[in-house]
C-alpha cells in the first residue's frame, strides 16, 4: 500500500515541518510498538470498516446507495474531505462489476478535532460515507452481483496510522427493493450531508471575511461551526463570530495568510443548532463571490482580536516594545537585579570612559538574553510546544533555581562571603568587578539576569507586539524582541554615557556598604515571591525541598565566607556542603517533586477554564468573564487585588450572573496557550468579557474598578436591546 502520509498545504509555514515530522514519526513508531497497540477489529487497528446497504436488493436501472461504515475506537478519528490544518481524507477505489459507476463520496457534515493548536475536521465513534451506485438497466434479475472495493484512511489519536480495509457486499437482484436493516442508519446520516446551497454574500478586509446569509425557510441561526470546502482559504483554529445585523445573519472568519490570488469565492459547510440540545439543526452548503470591502467594526473585539497581532505594523510593534522595555525597570521583579547597578554606578561617576563600557556590556547582556529566548521559543514552538512568552517560570525546577540563585547574591551583599571573578584573582568583592576597567563581565552578567527574572513582566505592557511578532518570519519576530532589550537598557547606557547626570549622588562612602548591604532585603523579597509562585506549581513537598536547598547553600556559603578570611579548614566544609548541595538538587529538579502539579481556582466562584465549557455557555447565552493569568506575573496579582476582588465588583459579578472563569497559566497548558494566540497574544494577563450573544470584549492588561463596570454596564446595555 503507498504511505498515504501527508500534510495539507494550508498549514501555516510555522507549524508545517512539525506537523510532518510528528506523523513520519507516528509511522515508525507504530511499527515499532505494533505488538502493544490495544487489538480492534481488524489486527493492529482503531477503525472498523465494511460496507452496507440502503436496500435489500439491487433493481436494474436504478441508483443504489451504499455507505462505508466506520466504527472508531474510542479517542481515535478519521478525516473529513477538508481535514483542516492536517490529515487526509479518507478514500475509496471502487471495483465494480461492468456498466455499473459510482460517484463522489456524500460527506455527512464532521465535527472539529483540535489537537494543540491546530484544529482538524473529522469523525469519531460510527460514521457512514455515503455513495450512489449507477446500476445498469439491463441487469438481469436473479443474479447475484458483488460490489467491492478498497478504502484507505488515515486514524489518529496520540499517533496517526494509516488504514485500510478491503470491503464487499454482495446483493440479489429483483424488480423491486425493500429498505434494508440498516435503512434508519442511512436515514439519520442523509440528515447530515449538506443540503443545497444558501444564498450569501462575502466581503474580505485585510484578512477578516464577514459571510452575510439567511436561515433557511423554517430554521433559526442561533448557533454554527463553519467547515470550508477549499484548502487554504480559512485559519481553522481561529474563532468564528456569529452577529445578527438587521435582521440578517453574519459569520465572521480568519482568511489563512497569504491569501491566495485564486481566492475569488467563499466555500464552504454552515452548521447551525446541531446537537442533541438543538433538535432543529441543519447544515447547507455556501458559495459566495468574495468581494473586498470594510468589515462591520460590530464583528466585536473576539473578530478583530485575533488579527491584531497580524495587523499592527512594523514600526508600531518596535515602538511599544521599546516603551515595554523601557517600564520594565519600575517592575518589583527587575529592581532587586537592577540596583546592583546602583553601585557600580556611584562608584563610576567620575570616570566616563570604564562607565561607557559597562553600560555597553549590560546593554549586550540585556539585548542577548531577550533575542537568545525569544529564539528558543520560536524554536521550541515550531518543535511543538505550546509554549509562551515568560515560558521559563513555567517549569518549577527553573524557579527554585532562581530562588537559590537571588538567595546567594543576598547573602553575599549581606558579606557572609564574597563573590570572585577572573582566574588567579582572589577575594575580589563585586563592587571591584564592576568597578574595574577591563572587567566588564559582571554588567554583562547582571544583563541577563535581569532579563531571566523580567521576561515574564513585559506582556502587561507590549502583549499586542508580543503577539506581532510571534506570528512573523523569525527576522521580524527577533528584531522586536532586540526592541525591548533597547529600551530597558536604555536609562542605565544613559547613564553611564552622561555620567553627569549622576551628580547629584552622594559621593563613595560608608553609605555605600549600607546601601548594599540593605539591597539584600530586595533580594530576599525576590526569593518570597518566586517561593510563592514554586507553592502554585508544585504540592508542599517541593516547597519544603527547595527550602532545605536554601538551607544548604546557605551553610556552603558561610563555610565559603569563613575559609575566605582566613579559618581555611573551612574551606573543605565549603567543599563537602556544595556537593552535597549539589547532591541533593540534581535529583530533585530530574524528579516528580518538582513537577507541575495540580492547580484549583484561589478564589470562591471562580470555576476552571475549559474551551469545552466556555463554548457551552456562550451557547446558553451567560455572560462569562475569563482571566488569563500566572500565578508569577506581577501585574496579574495586583489586578486581582485592585479590581476583581473589590467588593463592588464582586456583587456587580454576581447581580448580572456572570460566570467568572479562571484560565491559570502558571504552569505550561497547550488549552490557554492555544486560548491566548487566538486573541493575538502570547502572555498574560489577558481579561475577556463574552455577553449574552457570545461576542467577546477584552479588556485592558491594566485593570481598575472602573473599566470592569463600565464593561459590564455595556454587557447590560446590549442585553437589553
Avoid at 278 to 300: D, E, K, R, T
Avoid at 422 to 438: Q, T
Avoid at 636 to 663: E, G, H, I, S, W
Amino acid at each position: 500500500m503507498p504511505l498515504l502520509l501527508s500534510i495539507n498545504a494550508p498549514i501555516r509555514a510555522r507549524i508545517k515541518a512539525r506537523a510532518l515530522a510528528f506523523t513520519l514519526a507516528a509511522v515508525v513508531a507504530t511499527s515499532a510498538a505494533a505488538q502493544s497497540l490495544p487489538r480492534f477489529g481488524a489486527p493492529e487497528k482503531h477503525v472498523d470498516a465494511e460496507l452496507i446497504s440502503a436496500a435489500d436488493a439491487i433493481v436494474p436501472g436504478q441508483p443504489l446507495t451504499v455507505g462505508l461504515r466506520l466504527k472508531h475506537e474510542s479517542e481515535w478519528h478519521t478525516y473529513w474531505q477538508v481535514p483542516g490544518d492536517s490529515g487526509l481524507p479518507t478514500q475509496i477505489k471502487w471495483q465494480l462489476p461492468a456498466g455499473f459507476n459510482a460517484g463522489p463520496i456524500d460527506w455527512p457534515h464532521p465535527k472539529r478535532l483540535p489537537v494543540g493548536p491546530l484544529m482538524n475536521f473529522g469523525y469519531e465513534g460510527e460514521t457512514l460515507l455515503l455513495t450512489t451506485i449507477n446500476v445498469p438497466a439491463d441487469l438481469p434479475v436473479g443474479t447475484p452481483v458483488t460490489l467491492n472495493a478498497k478504502a484507505f484512511w488515515l486514524e489518529c489519536k496520540d499517533v496517526c496510522i494509516p488504514g485500510d480495509a478491503e470491503v464487499k457486499l454482495t446483493l440479489p437482484v429483483k424488480p423491486q427493493a425493500a429498505p434494508s436493516s440498516s435503512a434508519a442508519l442511512f436515514k439519520a446520516t442523509q440528515a447530515r450531508v449538506p443540503q443545497a446551497a444558501l444564498t450569501a454574500s462575502a466581503s474580505i478586509d485585510a484578512n477578516r471575511i464577514r459571510v452575510a446569509l439567511s436561515a433557511p425557510a423554517g430554521k433559526t441561526l442561533d448557533k454554527f461551526e463553519f467547515f470550508p470546502l477549499e484548502e487554504g482559504r480559512i485559519e481553522a483554529a481561529a474563532p468564528q463570530v456569529l452577529k445578527n445585523e438587521g435582521g440578517q445573519s453574519a459569520i465572521y472568519l480568519t482568511a489563512a495568510k497569504p491569501i491566495a490570488p485564486d481566492f475569488k469565492t467563499l466555500k464552504g459547510v454552515v452548521v447551525a443548532n446541531g446537537g442533541p440540545a438543538y433538535p432543529n439543526g441543519w447544515a447547507h452548503v455556501v458559495q459566495a463571490p468574495l468581494s473586498a470591502g470594510a468589515v462591520s467594526a460590530a464583528a466585536g473585539t473576539a473578530g478583530t482580536a485575533a488579527g491584531a497581532g497580524s495587523s499592527m505594523s512594523l514600526w508600531a510593534a518596535l515602538g511599544t516594545a521599546i516603551l515595554g522595555g523601557l517600564i520594565l525597570n519600575l517592575m518589583p521583579c527587575v529592581f532587586p537585579v537592577l540596583s546592583l547597578k546602583l553601585i557600580g554606578l556611584a562608584q563610576h561617576r567620575t570616570h566616563s570612559g570604564p562607565m561607557a563600557a559597562h553600560g555597553a556590556a549590560f546593554a549586550a547582556g540585556v539585548v542577548l538574553s531577550f533575542v537568545l529566548l525569544a529564539a528558543l521559543l520560536i524554536g521550541l514552538q515550531q518543535a511543538g510546544s505550546a509554549l509562551g512568552w515568560g515560558f521559563q517560570l513555567q517549569t518549577p525546577w527553573v524557579v527554585a533555581a532562581l530562588t537559590v540563585l537571588f538567595f546567594a547574591i543576598g547573602l553575599n551583599l549581606l558579606g557572609v562571603f564574597e563573590m570572585t571573578m577572573g582566574s588567579g584573582v582572589a577575594n575580589l568583592r563585586a563592587a571591584d568587578n564592576l568597578a574595574s576597567k577591563s572587567d566588564w563581565r559582571g554588567s554583562f552578567g547582571t544583563g541577563v539576569l535581569a532579563v531571566i527574572v523580567a521576561s515574564p513582566c513585559t506582556a502587561p505592557f507590549m502583549g499586542a507586539a508580543l503577539g506581532y511578532a510571534i506570528t512573523q518570519p523569525a527576522v521580524i519576530a527577533l528584531s522586536v524582541f532586540a526592541a525591548l532589550g533597547v529600551g530597558m537598557a536604555a536609562p542605565y547606557v544613559l547613564l553611564t554615557v552622561f555620567p553627569s547626570l549622576l551628580a547629584k549622588l552622594p559621593r563613595p562612602g560608608r553609605w555605600m556598604e549600607l546601601f548594599k548591604q540593605f539591597m539584600a532585603f530586595p533580594m530576599f523579597a525576590t526569593c518570597v515571591w518566586l517561593l510563592w509562585v514554586l507553592a502554585q506549581q508544585v504540592d508542599a513537598g517541593g516547597v519544603a525541598l527547595a527550602l532545605g536547598v536554601l538551607v544548604a547553600v546557605g551553610f556552603t556559603l558561610w563555610a565559603l565566607g569563613l575559609s575566605q578570611r582566613g579559618a581555611r579548614v573551612f574551606r573543605w566544609v565549603a567543599v563537602g556542603g556544595g556537593m552535597l548541595t549539589a547532591l541533593t538538587f540534581a535529583p530533585i529538579a530530574t524528579s516528580e517533586a518538582l513537577a507541575p502539579g495540580a492547580r484549583s481556582t484561589a478564589d470562591a466562584g471562580w470555576i476552571e477554564y475549559s474551551p469545552d465549557k466556555l463554548a457551552q455557555l456562550r451557547g446558553e447565552g451567560k455572560i462569562v468573564f475569563v482571566d488569563f493569568t500566572a500565578a508569577w506575573c506581577v501585574t496579574c496579582q495586583v489586578n486581582k487585588r485592585v479590581a476583581l476582588r473589590a467588593d463592588t465588583v464582586k456583587a456587580r459579578f454576581a447581580a448580572d450572573n456572570v460566570v467568572l472563569m479562571r484560565a491559570d497559566w502558571t504552569n505550561r497548558d497547550e488549552k490557554i496557550t492555544h486560548a491566548l494566540a487566538q486573541f493575538g497574544r502570547n502572555g498574560v494577563p489577558l481579561y475577556v468579557l463574552y455577553d449574552r450573544q457570545g461576542e467577546a470584549a477584552v479588556l485592558p492588561e491594566l485593570l481598575t474598578e472602573g473599566i470592569v463596570l463600565a464593561a459590564l454596564d455595556k454587557v447590560r446595555g446590549a442585553s437589553r436591546k
